[in-house]
């Protein structure tokens, strides 16, 4: 069977926290540097906040990557809810050592153990989607943090009940905030053309011009994860035109045929 | 994969829709636009008709009355008008009489044209009784005053009047002066008298008038006219206009 090209390119855009998948622009280069020189502060928690889709998990997981061996630092990629892994998986993640199934930790335990190592080690956590653990948990990690020796990066959906959170849990402790903002059109285009040209697909980014990008920054808000559905859903459409119906696609540009059916198939517009 | 048949429906749905939605709002618009000028349209047809039917509600008041007469004496003018392209004979014998009394009734208004002129003839004579009595060498109370010939530029009207004239400066004695020279047929004397009596007094018609006369007499046309233009241009003086026609015509 005959394979279209579409088929990589929409690949490109399936969402992923990848650390190669992350693309350099002006915004989110200046957050990371914010975060990595707040790491080398005498800090207790970093907070990482936006909206859904703004790039937190991808920045978390970039520096992870970057950091992973240089500097003791542990990513907790989905949320742990239950507070015996919890504590389970932050025992492990200092002591580098398994506690059987049928063990729990302690956390009164666990805070001596951590102030015994104080001035001595300093350990990072990165905390994914933490509007997700309890106000209990929270506060655990609250006391944790204000042992000095472990240190949270944590990051929040910018939403009404999250920012209270991060006001009445972390206001003392936080040392710093860095909030991530959708993409404007000009970033959308870079962020676009950026991931096709690290494929090799020079022609595909050539197809894309300033009204599509519009287009799309209108239909997406310039939010990363959806961008990435919208341009997943119109290379779909594209693969299956290049397979079955090819001379419906031909063409120097984009066909405004295809981004509106995308548009219309995610909901973006209705029919 | 991906059901593009089914999206497709819904693309060409999308599309009508956005079309009819297009559409929709130009016939809108189009309808705003049309609505506005016909409503500014209207209301300037009120506007105006309201003022007229005011002004016109006063003037019908007032020519209501009037109307009534005017309506019965129109129909009159108008059934003339009407019928007098519809007579193709005409009846020379009542024709004939009509015409001799025209020209009957046009001898008339000549005739009484011509004893008005006479009479105003006489009513600009200047000289006093007295100025008389002095001329003729009579007293004032004569009744052989009367027939003495006026016309007569004799020597010793000549020196009363300019001896007049060297008392009080009055144009008007300079300007009869000039006149009394000009029937003489001393046409330099009369455009030397006429000027004396223009430096005097620039709106004196009949200085101007004997002035150029003088000139153009003394063969000096193209001189006269200038002077004669250039004072019409000024006053709109008839009599200026028709010297100037006249002299215009004699050099022609």
Same mark, same amino acid.
């Given at each position: 069977m005959k394979r279209s090209k579409y088929s990589d390119i929409k690949n490109i855009f399936i969402d992923s926290v990848d650390q190669e998948n992350f693309v350099e622009l002006d915004s989110t280069t200046y957050n990371y540097q914010v975060l990595e020189e707040s790491l080398d502060k005498p800090l207790k928690m970093i907070l990482l906040f936006g909206r859904p889709g703004t790039g937190k998990s991808m920045i978390l997981n970039k520096l992870y990557h970057d950091l992973k061996n240089s500097r003791e630092i542990h990513y907790f990629d989905a949320p742990i809810l239950s507070e015996k892994e919890f504590l389970k998986r932050i025992y492990e993640?200092?002591?580098?050592?398994?506690?059987?199934? $049928?063990? %729990? !930790?302690?956390?009164?335990?666990? @805070?001596?153990?951590?102030?015994?190592? %104080?001035?001595?080690? &300093?350990?990072? =956590?990165?905390?994914?989607?933490?509007?997700?653990?309890?106000?209990?948990?929270?506060?655990?990690?609250?006391? @944790?943090?204000?042992?000095? /020796? /472990?240190? =949270?990066?944590?990051? #929040?959906?910018?939403?009404? $009940?999250?920012?209270?959170?991060?006001? &009445?849990?972390?206001?003392? %402790?936080?040392?710093?905030?860095?909030? @991530?903002? *959708?993409?404007?059109?000009?970033?959308?285009?870079?962020?676009?053309?950026?991931?096709? @040209?690290?494929?090799?697909?020079?022609?595909?980014?050539?197809?894309?011009?300033?009204?599509?990008?519009?287009?799309?920054?209108?239909?997406?808000?310039? *939010?990363?994860? &959806?961008?990435?559905?919208?341009?997943?859903?119109?290379?779909?459409?594209?693969?299956?035109?290049?397979?079955?119906?090819?001379?419906?696609?031909?063409? !120097?540009? #984009?066909?405004?045929?295809?981004?509106?059916?995308?548009?219309?198939?995610?909901?973006?517009?209705d029919d | 994969m991906i059901n593009t048949k089914e999206l497709e429906k819904r693309w060409y749905r999308y599309k009508a829709k956005s079309l009819i939605l297009v559409f929709s709002i130009l016939v809108v618009l189009l309808i705003l636009i049309y609505g506005g000028y016909y409503i500014l349209y209207k209301l300037d047809l009120n506007i105006s008709f309201g003022e007229q039917s005011k002004q016109t509600a006063v003037m019908d008041a007032k020519v209501d009355k009037e109307s009534n007469e005017t309506v019965t004496e129109e129909k009159r003018e108008s059934d003339e008008v009407m019928l007098a392209p519809t007579i193709p004979i005409v009846d020379l014998e009542s024709e004939k009489i009509n015409d001799k009394k025209e020209r009957r009734r046009v001898a008339e208004k000549k005739r009484v044209k011509s004893k008005e002129k006479l009479v105003k003839v006489k009513a600009s004579t200047y000289l006093t009784a007295q100025e008389l009595a002095v001329v003729n060498g009579s007293s004032l109370n004569s009744r052989e005053t009367k027939k003495i010939n006026l016309h007569g530029t004799s020597n010793n009207y000549m020196n009363i009047m300019k001896k007049k004239f060297e008392q009080n400066k009055n144009p008007r004695e300079a300007l009869l002066i000039a006149k009394a020279y000009y029937k003489a047929g001393n046409y330099e004397n009369s455009e030397k008298w006429a000027l004396k009596a223009n430096n005097l007094d620039k709106k004196l018609d009949e200085s101007w008038l004997i002035f150029a006369s003088s000139q153009e007499k003394l063969g000096k046309q193209q001189e006269a006219l200038k002077i004669l233009i250039a004072y019409y241009r000024t006053s709109k003086s008839p009599k200026a206009k028709a010297l100037i026609d006249k002299i215009k015509a004699k050099s022609i």
């Open positions: 993640g200092i002591s580098s050592r398994k506690i059987p199934q $049928n063990m %729990r !930790v302690n956390f009164d335990g666990l @805070l001596k153990f951590c102030q015994s190592l %104080r001035g001595k080690r &300093e350990i990072m =956590f990165l905390l994914d989607e933490c509007q997700l653990y309890s106000e209990a948990l929270m506060e655990k990690i609250r006391l @944790l943090s204000d042992t000095r /020796v /472990v240190k =949270f990066v944590i990051t #929040l959906h910018k939403t009404e $009940n999250e920012e209270l959170i991060a006001k &009445e849990h972390f206001k003392t %402790r936080i040392w710093e905030v860095i909030e @991530l903002k *959708n993409a404007t059109p000009e970033e959308l285009n870079i962020y676009i053309k950026k991931k096709l @040209l690290q494929k090799s697909f020079v022609e595909v980014s050539n197809m894309i011009t300033k009204k599509d990008i519009k287009f799309i920054h209108t239909c997406t808000k310039g *939010n990363f994860r &959806e961008t990435n559905k919208f341009l997943y859903t119109i290379f779909n459409i594209y693969e299956y035109y290049d397979m079955y119906k090819p001379e419906k696609i031909g063409g !120097v540009k #984009l066909s405004k045929k295809i981004l509106e059916m995308a548009a219309i198939k995610i909901g973006y517009i | -």
